[in-house]
């Protein structure tokens, strides 16, 4: 069954590092979104992604963030200039289309868990 | 802005018998979908099952069953037969069908399920 793939599953960096958390979507998916998990909280929703632009970002996409569709496979998310605050499990997830499918249904990667320190 | 409350933080279940995980939530709108995903230890987030708001019949996946109430606006996750492999957190989330398609997803419950 086709999946999600993200990698590093972890990494670690220091504050004021720029970090590149990569994802491979599902081949067929047109659909791509990042959310993030702080430890013990909620999953929330940073960005999402269409036609090679931003459809949607939330109050904690901010200028330290950008994301890029570099080729035909890849997905990435750079955070330019990390904070301890970064710090958290960030998840990639894809679907097939944006809503034209009734049962649009977002799959997600393992996650690669940031650490700042 | 939809929210997405789960009220409780933790559930115990035995293994073999049935456990009901609550969920309610807050929209103006009425089409939408909702979603309970799993995740286990290993923090990787898995569906588990989808309800399309426009369908009154309650969707069903094997041992995982949901109770959609639309006019009370909620959304509960009945598991049967419990199996150990079923103790994780799991998330109720919600998503708007015509104006972009952000997931909003609850605080999660824990399910511990006890041999």
């Known amino acids: 069954e086709p999946e999600v793939t993200q990698t590093p599953s972890h990494q670690v960096t220091q504050m004021g590092q720029e970090v590149i958390l990569r994802c491979v979507p599902i081949?067929?998916?047109?659909?791509f979104y990042w959310y993030r998990q702080i430890l013990g909280q909620k999953v929330e929703f940073l960005v999402s992604f269409y036609n090679n632009e931003i459809s949607e970002k939330s109050e904690i996409f901010d200028d330290q963030f950008s994301v890029e569709r570099p080729d035909g496979s890849n997905f990435t998310l750079k955070i330019r200039s990390t904070k301890l605050e970064d710090s958290a499990m960030y998840f990639c997830?894809?679907?097939?289309?944006?809503?034209?499918?009734?049962?649009?249904?977002?799959?997600f990667g393992p996650g690669t868990r940031l650490t700042v320190l | 802005a939809q929210t997405v409350t789960q009220s409780q933080p933790e559930m115990s279940v035995q293994e073999a018998e049935t456990v009901t995980l609550s969920c309610t939530y807050d929209t103006s709108e009425s089409d939408y979908y909702l979603f309970w995903y799993k995740q286990p230890p290993s923090r990787q987030m898995i569906l588990v099952i989808r309800q399309e708001a426009y369908k009154q019949q309650n969707a069903t996946e094997n041992r995982f069953s949901v109770n959609f109430q639309k006019a009370a606006k909620s959304f509960s996750l009945k598991i049967s037969d419990s199996q150990l492999g079923d103790a994780a957190m799991y998330f109720c989330a919600y998503r708007e069908v015509e104006y972009g398609n952000k997931l909003v997803f609850g605080a999660g419950t824990i399910l511990r399920v006890k041999s």
């Open positions: 997830a894809s679907s097939e289309a944006p809503g034209l499918a009734r049962t649009d249904t977002q799959y």
């Open positions: 081949s067929n998916h047109l659909y």
